[in-house]
């Protein structure tokens, strides 16, 4: 049974107020909306991403690291992290919204928000590394 | 944090048997969920034997007829039987529909019947509604315009206009679709339900009406209207064949147009 709806002898606030509550929050169409797009975004970059590490199967570290440090493989690279850490924190919000209420909410969010955007982070910087790297093969 | 058990006060147990008369040759066993408030002990299922020689073809005409002539104390709400006024909505075989408008045959093992899924429990098979009456009062479900009507007529509609509220004003308010929603059961202190969302839609579609900004304003909110997750319950399950979900894919549809 969700609070509101139980009859407790202690909340004599009526129905109506509670149904209002504290109003609309005037937000949501932005999170609805994003989750949507960097799941659609995601398609086409993590199909690109599977090809890839398959062609690359078996390559040499220095074919792997040559092959991070093209503008286009590591653009796509960092598009991927982004827009995964992205989508994963939209994704996780909502869970959180479904399954913990009460005071728990907001230290879960923060909390889920902190992590994903550490990892996120340790991606991107993993994937500029990669890109910012001096190739190898042309000091060699 | 989210109950994974139900509260001790709320485990179901095992009831009375009510055994069909000697030589009845058609019978069909019932379940029903039975809680009293007054009697201070847990919800049990008590099993009534029917013989469906006797009685008419729908689940209401079996429950009307244990009423009648078998237990005077099972306690439920119907009215019109015939599924226009929503009273006898209540969990049949697992899905939330009316009483009336399910043929006992379409059940092939014993009838399990239990009040509307999380809400509280009045009496029996009678659930508390009123938050969700509340609920849909909030919406302001009426016509909202600043134009005034036509001195000698009705206000007027196209047969276009007049088409776009076609599978939403046949909404009973049964609370089927919002009962059997799992967003509903986890936020719905919050979050509005099927119902009450389609019957917001109902009138932001509605050419006469002159507030759709308004109301929009109103639903913007992430539990309000996003805690839909289209998990597509409310369609499944309505007994007049409405599609609640799609009302409410049309609500985030103009919330966004109006932003980008």
């Known amino acids: ?140 | 944090m989210v109950e994974f058990s139900l509260p001790k006060n709320s485990t179901v147990g095992k009831g009375r048997i009510f055994p069909a008369a000697p030589g009845a040759k058609n019978v069909k066993s019932f379940g029903i969920y039975r809680w009293n408030p007054d009697d201070g002990s847990n919800p049990v299922v008590d099993t009534y034997e029917i013989d469906l020689d006797k009685i008419g073809p729908m689940v209401l005409d079996a429950l009307i007829h244990i009423k009648n002539d078998v237990d005077p104390t099972l306690t439920f709400r119907r009215s019109c039987r015939e599924g226009i006024c929503g009273s006898c909505a209540m969990n049949i075989d697992g899905e939330n529909t009316l009483a009336c408008l399910k043929p006992i045959k379409d059940v092939k093992a014993a009838v399990a019947i239990y009040p509307l899924p999380h809400m509280p429990v009045v009496k029996d098979l009678v659930p508390d509604l009123n938050g969700a009456y509340a609920q849909l009062r909030s919406i302001e479900p009426w016509m909202k315009s600043d134009t005034a009507p036509p001195p000698d007529s009705e206000r007027r509609q196209s047969i276009e206009e007049r088409a776009k509220l076609d599978g939403m004003w046949e909404c009973i308010l049964c609370f089927c679709c919002t009962t059997s929603c799992p967003s509903y059961w986890w936020n719905g202190d919050r979050y509005l339900g099927p119902a009450t969302l389609l019957a917001a839609y109902r009138w932001i579609a509605d050419s006469r009406d002159e507030h759709a900004g308004e109301r929009l304003d109103a639903l913007e909110d992430p539990l309000k209207l996003y805690a839909c997750r289209t998990i597509m319950n409310c369609t499944q399950t309505c007994p007049k064949g409405l599609n609640p979900a799609k009302a409410i894919a049309r609500i985030k549809e103009l919330q966004l147009e109006r932003k980008i």
Do not use: C
């Not at chain 1, 929050?25 to 086409?44: F, I, Q, Y």
């Open chain 1, 1 to 140: 049974m969700n609070a509101t709806h139980m009859p407790r002898m202690d909340v004599m606030r009526s129905q109506l107020s509670r149904a209002r509550g504290l109003g609309s929050a005037k937000t949501g169409v932005n999170h609805w909306w994003m989750e949507r797009m960097s799941a659609v975004a995601l398609v086409p970059l993590s199909g690109w991403f599977v090809l890839q590490v398959m062609r690359l199967a078996g390559s040499s570290q220095e074919d792997v690291v040559e092959w991070g440090g093209k503008p286009t493989n590591s653009s796509m690279l960092l598009a991927l992290m982004v827009l995964t850490f992205y989508h994963m924190q939209l994704g996780l919000q909502v869970i959180i919204d479904d399954y913990v209420h009460g005071k728990p909410h907001l230290p879960a969010s923060l909390l889920m928000k902190g992590v994903t955007f550490l990892i996120g982070l340790f991606a991107v910087i993993a994937v500029l590394k990669l890109a910012l790297a001096p190739s190898r093969k042309a000091s060699a």
